[in-house]
């Protein structure tokens, strides 16, 4: 009996690890970026916008109470999500003072406002960064008119609540990724790219630390001086500090989202110089390698028209699961990305 007994202990110990050996390399086969972008959704895109872009957000003018709103609904996202912030406790808010939005003068000079922040600390390589952005204000009212800005930039900005929850989803499943990932909601950009600006000089994080910067302005609409297919997006920047950028991105893409990758705009010889236009380039000045995601103006941009039941959710999805898997794979990568076409640094 004794002997039986143990043969079938035996038996069974293999029988066991043969199974985890199997589980682990199941484990190892799934593609994790797309289990997590696929919480990505219209649905909760839509639910998000439609209260970010609503009346109630007074058009989310630097440092009025509509912007204040907006940052509180920012901070309790990510207070429910259990997302941390970098700052530490219960302080999501970067504070950007009025003496810095005021350096240029102006006829109705701002008050104090803050970039929101959150983020989620890196297993391996905790000390380089991620920054994923998106501006959170806009022009707030005019002549008695609420422009919402549900293009600019609330569709960056819900597309990136959306990508923190994926990658928090990740977190939760044991799957944090190697370097952090920096949830950053700049201010003033409507300004001037002040919050950006702000930030790149009183970084929360050393921008010799900061791997690249993916810039979220305007992705929920379809430029009408498009000729081609709706399932697209302007990308500008990815090639101009690093060529491994632009091959990331573009096998990213052909690989999970089939997008078509514009580069109209990033001609160097493009008058509408989208490439200075947005926070982004408050990063590129300091050689952080930047994607600029942008579906281009319309009649909207700009007006109290600009509201959320004109977004094209579809495509705030596809295009928003795209940013999240080219960060994903920043992330995860084994090395950092190469700056093998530097610029002399600027202020």
Not at 203 to 223: E, Q, S, W
Not at 292 to 320: E, S, V
Request: proline share 4%.
């Amino acid at each position: 009996m004794k002997k039986l007994i143990l043969s079938a202990s035996i038996i069974a110990l293999l029988v066991s690890c043969s199974s985890s050996k199997n589980a682990s390399n199941f484990d190892l086969n799934i593609d994790f970026s797309t289990k997590y972008a696929a919480s990505i959704t219209e649905k909760d895109l839509a639910k998000h916008l439609f209260i970010y872009a609503s009346d109630e957000f007074e058009g989310r003018n630097t440092g009025e109470p509509g912007q204040k709103k907006a940052s509180a609904y920012l901070k309790k996202f990510y207070v429910d999500h259990g997302i941390a912030s970098p700052l530490g406790g219960d302080d999501y808010f970067q504070e950007v003072p009025a003496a810095f939005l005021n350096k240029r003068k102006r006829r109705v000079p701002l008050k104090d406002s803050e970039n929101v922040v959150a983020y989620i600390k890196g297993s391996e390589k905790p000390d380089e960064i991620v920054v994923i952005s998106a501006h959170l204000d806009h022009v707030g009212m005019r002549d008695g008119k609420i422009y919402n800005g549900a293009d600019d930039d609330g569709s960056g900005t819900v597309a990136l609540l959306e990508i923190a929850e994926a990658f928090q989803k990740a977190v939760k499943d044991g799957k944090r990724p190697k370097r952090s990932v920096l949830f950053l909601h700049v201010t003033g950009e409507e300004k001037g790219l002040l919050g950006s600006s702000y930030y790149v000089q009183n970084p929360i994080f050393p921008i010799a630390n900061t791997v690249a910067n993916l810039n979220i302005d305007m992705v929920g609409r379809i430029d009408p001086k498009r000729k081609g297919e709706r399932n697209y997006i302007y990308l500008i920047g990815a090639d101009k500090l690093s060529t491994e950028l632009h091959e990331l991105s573009e096998a990213v893409n052909t690989k999970y989202t089939n997008i078509e990758l514009d580069y109209t705009y990033n001609d160097e010889k493009d008058p509408n110089r989208f490439y200075y236009r947005s926070d982004h380039y408050n990063f590129a000045k300091y050689n952080v390698p930047i994607i600029f995601y942008f579906n281009g103006t319309h009649a909207d941009y700009h007006q109290h028209t600009d509201t959320p039941d004109k977004i094209n959710y579809d495509l705030l999805q596809n295009r928003t699961r795209l940013v999240f898997h080219t960060a994903w794979e920043i992330a995860n990568r084994d090395k950092r990305l190469v700056v093998d076409k530097p610029l002399e640094m600027k202020e």
